[in-house]
């Protein structure tokens, strides 16, 4: 547990030890290959070299194809020079030194969107703003308005920062085959109770548990009936509102849930691993990549679907799982070039197809009209993979960033930890832990 709890404020720390060294000033200071102010009008960029912090493999890939794309459009003749770093704790932690120290960037950063409002407290004046580069205004109201709203919410200004890529809501994979041997059509099931009734019949004839939790204590399942029940965990002023009679609701549901004997526990290092082996795994849709390239041969088992319900009269709300987001520092060397480019890469009809060809989810929603959105996946029994996803983003519940907004995950695991081991109260679990939260930001606790 005390790993947990030190693993959970790594973010925090890095970020409170380096802000600490840059004091209250910032460099505005642009590169001089890009103009003081660039819009959407500025003079396009022929040749250069981007440099990009981004994950391997499908976004990777995607900026690759999507610059082959720009330079025929275009007659251009721009490389791209990519460093793998994850885009949650890890590009924290890269970046942070480096714009406390105000060194030359990287022209791309890849950044995930509860992480961001770490980065962009501090250092928004040192990035270039989409919003005054225009995309916003030409572009905006063609993504997701969730993701917008959350977008507008990062930087203390309100100012929209990065470049929109993508938007998670979590979905439910599960495994069809496997409920059908134990003669269930889990396209049937409605509601969190009938699940746990399905998951107990899958148990009894064939061995298999439900789904798995993390054996440091429940996180996504908590957070996924909370956030359906339409509580956002942090509210609208950033107080934190975790005690709340959703969120015990949830709890309930998820006593019933390991009352039940149906879960997988272990290390949320194993989740993908040991979540193959049950009926169910709950996760964002940039999981969908991940399983296809990790479990080939159960290509045909799995299918998607929406969160069953808390109650079948519910108006749908599905949980916000993050997204992520490309920003341009202004100590990069090729920041016009960079914003020209991902202008081209996030609205492009034919480089939104690339993305959805390796199983992305563009947050621009002009991209689900088109034929590749459309076409079935083999892994999920030709299911349309992407429109479902569509479908159920759409319903995305409206979540709002602040600084310390990932670090709550922490905290909520604690509580669970609490409740499952100690024998704890629900209320008096979340009580202390938002309290403790709220203590550590200095901020107010929805009572």
Request: hydrophobic share 40%.
């Amino acid at each position: 547990m005390k790993l947990h709890r030190m693993f959970g404020g790594v973010m925090a720390a890095v970020v409170a030890l380096t802000l600490a060294a840059c004091g209250s000033g910032s460099s505005n200071s642009s590169s001089s290959s890009t103009p003081a102010n660039p819009t959407l009008s500025s003079k396009r960029v022929k040749s250069g070299t981007l440099t990009a912090y981004v994950a391997k493999g499908k976004n990777t890939d995607w900026l690759k194809a999507s610059l082959k794309l720009y330079n025929k459009k275009y007659g251009t003749d721009l490389k791209l020079n990519p460093t793998d770093v994850a885009p949650a704790v890890p590009m924290v932690q890269k970046i942070t030194p480096m714009l406390v120290a105000k060194q030359s960037m990287p022209d791309l950063v890849f950044l995930q969107d509860s992480n961001a409002g770490a980065v962009m407290s501090k250092f928004s004046k040192d990035f270039y703003s989409s919003q005054d580069y225009g995309f916003v205004k030409k572009y905006g109201d063609d993504f997701y308005t969730a993701k917008m709203n959350y977008a507008k919410s990062i930087a203390p200004d309100k100012k929209v920062y990065g470049f929109p890529n993508d938007w998670g809501t979590t979905v439910l994979f599960y495994n069809d085959a496997l409920f059908k041997k134990a003669g269930i059509n889990f396209a049937d099931v409605k509601t969190w109770d009938q699940m746990i009734d399905a998951g107990k019949t899958l148990k009894e004839k064939t061995g298999k548990n439900l789904m798995f939790m993390r054996d440091t204590g429940d996180l996504d399942t908590v957070k996924n009936i909370a956030m359906q029940l339409g509580a956002p965990l942090i509210d609208k002023n950033g107080a934190v509102d975790i005690s709340n009679p959703k969120v015990i609701k949830a709890y309930s549901i998820l006593k019933k849930i390991q009352d039940a004997n149906i879960v997988s526990y272990g290390n949320m290092a194993d989740y993908l691993k040991i979540g193959q082996q049950t009926g169910i795994i709950q996760a964002g849709g940039w999981f969908a990549s991940m399983q296809q390239e990790s479990y080939p041969n159960e290509k045909g088992d799995w299918r998607v679907r929406a969160l069953p319900l808390v109650n079948a009269s519910d108006k749908v709300i599905q949980p916000a799982n993050g997204g992520s987001s490309y920003y341009v520092p202004k100590k990069s060397k090729n920041g016009l070039a960079a914003m020209q480019f991902l202008t081209f890469m996030l609205t492009d009809k034919g480089s939104l197809d690339a993305y959805i060809k390796l199983a992305g989810l563009p947050a621009n929603t002009t991209a689900y009209k088109s034929a590749a959105a459309n076409e079935g996946f083999a892994y999920y029994g030709g299911q349309k993979l992407t429109q479902e996803m569509n479908k159920i983003t759409l319903d995305s519940l409206t979540v709002y960033s602040y600084p310390y907004v990932s670090d709550l995950d922490t905290y909520l695991a604690a509580a669970s930890y609490d409740v499952k081991k100690n024998g704890t109260a629900p209320k008096a679990a979340l009580d202390k832990q938002a309290q403790l939260f709220a203590d550590k930001y200095s901020i107010k606790v929805v009572k």
